[in-house]
């Protein structure tokens, strides 16, 4: 385990943080748990958010993506 990953033990508890698409009224909606306060809940949304992303980033292979060939300049 690298230095800077959580040990399971520093963890918190489970949370449950959802987007519910209504399609009737065309709109999103945050579920969240009782215990959260809506800014918690919007915080756990966009740290979980941010982790996909760069999760999914980090799978991609950008090595030549946006390499132009000018790298003796």
């Avoid at 963890?11 to 399609?23: E, T, Y």
């Avoid at 709109?27 to 959260?36: A, K, M, N, Q």
């Avoid at 760069?54 to 950008?62: M, R």
Wanted: glycine share 6%.
């Amino acid at each position: 385990m690298a230095e800077d990953e959580p040990t399971p033990e520093l963890l918190p508890d489970l949370r449950v943080v959802s987007i519910i698409h209504d399609a009737d009224a065309d709109r999103f909606g945050v579920s969240y748990d009782e215990d959260l306060d809506p800014f918690h809940a919007l915080g756990l949304l966009m740290a979980g958010m941010f982790r996909q992303l760069v999760e999914c980033t980090e799978a991609l292979d950008l090595e030549d993506a946006f390499d132009d060939g000018d790298d003796d300049l």
